[in-house]
């Protein structure tokens, strides 16, 4: 398949550790926030969602957290798997009306045995 | 959740030339959009598909290059007009849900010679 993120920052773990993902996003009045993943070839898969009230969700082996004080967003996961290795993208919702999505430039997460 | 579809997944294309993108959501939802990713970037929204009326384009992208429609709630398509080498791309269809979430299609993988 084609490949997603050549030129992009690249996180590489060991199987089993903790991974941490880190996205700085630029508008403060953004709303909502939505992590994504992706694999080569294939488009953007949700990963997990958090909306400005809140500081921390968590999902399975995932956790996200906020600080909009930085205006900051990071990608906890847990445990991680070589499945997991991928494009990580942070998006945020500059408009509950619109819903227009701008995306952070990605970070590749590698995986290693 | 929606799942989205995508046709073709893949095209080689003269200059010149026109490719129109279908885009299917297997759910109603409120919104679609379009968005364009070029080889090893993020991604860049083009336009919000909106039904029974002129899409809405981002700045940088017009309606005589990339025309747009959603003719109901769960199907729309996209035209890459006139096409050059610079359109080679990855064209990527999205929805919303009724609780704003947003899902990808797997994308359509352009190449114009």
């Known amino acids: 398949g084609e490949s997603v993120g050549l030129h992009l920052p690249t996180l590489s773990v060991q199987e089993g550790d903790n991974s941490i993902i880190n996205c700085a996003y630029s508008?403060?009045?953004?709303?909502?926030f939505i992590w994504y993943k992706q694999e080569s070839g294939k488009g953007p898969q949700f990963i997990i969602d958090i909306r400005s009230n809140m500081d921390k969700r968590q999902g399975q082996r995932v956790t996200v957290l906020l600080n909009k004080t930085v205006k900051h967003l990071s990608l906890q996961i847990a445990a991680t798997q070589p499945g997991d290795s991928a494009v990580y993208f942070c998006?945020?919702?500059?408009?509950?009306?619109?819903?227009?999505?701008?995306f952070g430039t990605g970070t590749r997460l590698q995986v290693f045995p | 959740s929606a799942v989205i579809s995508q046709k073709p997944s893949r095209d080689i294309c003269q200059r010149g030339t026109s490719l129109t993108i279908q885009c299917q959501v297997d759910?109603?939802?409120?919104?679609m959009f379009w968005y364009r990713q070029q080889p090893g970037q993020s991604l860049t929204l083009i336009a919000t598909?909106?039904?029974?009326?002129?899409?809405?384009?981002e700045s940088g992208f017009v309606i005589d290059k990339f025309p747009i429609s959603r003719p109901n709630l769960t199907f729309s398509t996209l035209t890459v007009s006139n096409m050059s080498p610079e359109d080679s791309s990855i064209y990527l269809c999205?929805?919303?849900?009724?609780?704003?979430?947003?899902?990808f299609g797997p994308g359509t993988r352009l190449t114009v010679t």
């Open positions: 998006a945020e919702n500059i408009s509950y009306e619109t819903d227009k999505l701008i």
């Open positions: 598909a909106n039904q029974g009326s002129e899409a809405t384009y």
């Open positions: 999205s929805a919303r849900t009724v609780t704003h979430e947003q899902y």
């Open positions: 508008n403060s009045a953004s709303d909502y």
């Open positions: 759910s109603q939802v409120t919104m």
